[in-house]
């Protein structure tokens, strides 16, 4: 078994900033459930980062990721190309969503979190679920995956920040549109930026509707040896990366995790100004 | 045999010096003065020191080794019990293991046993002297060790010798465990431990990082995968918090965190390497251990103004290694004994500003044998801290016996074994180190593993002779 250097099988870019890469990981293609993820450290000067799988596929024994560039390990990694190895990949890691036949669910997905939602919905769709997706992004070049979320839902609406596509506004607003229509919601799950995942949270909390989010805290291990992901979940204190990711948002301190994850700002600031220095210069 | 009464000196980087850099603080013995070291030793009769050594290496021979000048023939000795020498010689708490037995420290100071086994080692590793080669043969049973740390290192290495054919599974992206993520480079060199773990590798042991036992693979996995037998030496690696307000905080770290930042993650080198670490101009850190010792002097050489340990019982009771705390103080550390956290506070922004603490006095012995700190009413005071380490020990991380039902756990959740063998409650499955024990020391935890290889090594043969079908030799 090979648990180092993987290599990337293919790379396609799906929006500005957004790119997908397919994996040979055996291992982890043939373990992963949806809701679970894995931490990947580049290169022998790399940090770890907690990256969600989109897609597995244990025949070919392959796993899919799908990134943002926001920082510079994302840049680096944005960078890479077919054929090239990513050094480590743990995983995978976390528990999986619970994922039941219960009636009708709301997928709601915002920016890169589509990404992370869509096995998510596959799963509703496959044990026996209505799946209604809700798909939101800043503006309609940033949409992603829109045919594999169509293929495992029943319906889908989209929102834009901009209104260049589908509503003009929140992911929310397509909940209270959905809501509207008298339609009996037995679940939540929605994956996104943290105001995202908060103001849904808020909204079903109103409407009483169990509703669960993935969280994207800081990690260094991963594995529940260093709490730095720590998260107050029901006034407990939780660890992201062994007790979730998924939570129940009705319960997570959003407030509290927004603030903590600004922790390194500064420092990931820098770091990203040394890396495009040193790669314009190549 | 040399009357001196007191240790030869061993050479030390200056304190003002050494809190800018991440260097090995203590240089060891030159030939010259390892031999003149060596020479205080008595060669008694009865050698109580390796009585005093969890994995009872010769002493007195291996010393009388480097008496005679013989450093081959003295590493040698010492690896017949002990994989990890370099490390041992650096890290054990020799005053309280087989130097505190010593004859000589009833008449002034013991010899020195730590660092005469770092010499030897050391002297190898310069020597660069061929290590011998695997022993397994493709042939052999399989046995299988979860975590690479002493314990888990200690026992493939014996496992090895041995003849069985060993995988160790490794969570983290390089092997060492503790060694590597826990203690810092100024106390072990990385560069040292790479050439231990490698010489473990030349005795066939196989190592595969990014592997998450529980995750990755299930223990029921492994026995599949036609192991006969599994150590488990996954440590107590689940940090403790204390649990009062503001832990949230920016600013907070479990010392797990923090460490694992500067020591895995080489933060410290930050921008060359990609992992920050946040470090402010005041510094406290909870607790008496030497993770707190650690921490602390880590905190100096990021450059913190000010660092504080805030311990609640007295010097006294302080677990930490003496030398280590000494060393912290030399470095300028300064220590708040009979001190207690109540809260952090925090501004606006949610970064840590100040610590509220309070006094304590010493009543009785708790448990633990330590007398109980208890605190004094109305002695609130506030510290100005920005950033904090929670150094107040850790527990078992529960993964791996949430997916193997049936381990029996005692109620603190560490693995119970039979204490002779390492077995635990499912026979094939063997455990030992921090994951049975608690948090302890680096040479308990390979102390563990010797015994569990033994125990792994009887369990294996007497199936083979009972010729249970569901254990066959592997082509």
Known sequence: ?282 | MSDRTTKVEMHKQDPRKRIRNFNEVASGYSAREAVEEAKRCLQCKKFPCVKGCPVEIDIPAFIKCIQEGNFKASIDKIKEKNNLPAVCGRVCPQESQCEIKCVRSKKGESVAIGRLERFAADWEMNESVPSRCGTSSSSAMKVAVVGSGPAGLTAAADLAKLGYQVTVFEALHSSGGVLRYGIPEFRLPKSVLEVEISNIEKLGVRIQPNVLIGKTFTIDDLLQQGFSAIFIGIGAGLPHFLNIPGENLDGVYSASEFLTRVNLMKAYQFPKYDTPVKIGRRVGVIGGGNVAMDSARVALRLGAEEVSIIYRRSKKEMPARQEEAENAEEEGVKFHFLTAPLAFLGNKENQLTRVKCIQMKLGEPDESGRRRPIPIKGSEFIMDIDTVVVAIGQGANPLLAQTTPNLRLNHRGYIQINEETGQSSIPQIFAGGDIVTGAATVIAAMGAGKKAARGIDKYIRSKVTCGEASIKKID
């Open chain 1, 1 to 282: 078994m090979q648990t180092k250097h993987f290599k990337i099988l293919k790379k396609e870019n799906l929006a500005p900033q957004i790119k997908l890469f397919r994996i040979r990981v055996p291992h982890i293609a043939l373990k992963f459930q949806a809701g679970q993820f894995v931490v990947v450290r580049l290169n022998e000067t790399g940090e770890r980062i907690p990256l969600t799988i989109a897609e597995h596929n244990p025949e070919e024994g392959t796993i899919t990721i799908v990134i943002q560039e926001v920082g510079k390990t994302t840049a680096q990694l944005g960078k890479m190309k077919e054929g090239e190895t990513i050094e480590d990949i743990l995983g995978p890691l976390g528990i999986p969503s619970p994922i039941k036949k219960v009636g009708t669910v709301l997928c709601v997905g915002g920016g890169l979190g589509v990404a992370p939602l869509y096995p998510e919905a596959k799963k509703y769709k496959e044990v026996g679920n209505k799946v209604i997706s809700l798909i939101g992004a800043k503006s309609k070049n940033f949409f992603f995956f829109k045919e594999r979320i169509e293929r495992v839902s029943d319906e889908v609406l989209y929102s834009t920040d901009d209104g260049s596509s589908g509503h003009h506004g929140f992911v929310t607003d397509l909940i209270k549109k959905v809501l509207g229509r008298k339609e009996k919601i037995e679940e939540v799950i929605a994956i996104g930026p943290l105001p995202m995942m908060k103001a849904v949270s808020e909204l079903t909390k109103k409407h009483d509707i169990e509703t669960r989010v993935s969280l994207n805290s800081i990690m260094v291990d991963a594995t529940g040896m260093c709490g730095g992901c720590r998260v107050t979940v029901g006034g407990k204190v939780k660890f992201t990366c062994v007790d979730g990711p998924g939570f129940d948002g009705h319960k997570v301190d959003f407030d509290e995790l927004i603030l903590r994850q600004k922790r390194f700002v500064r420092e990931e600031k820098i770091a990203l100004k040394c890396y495009l220095s040193t790669t314009t210069e190549a």
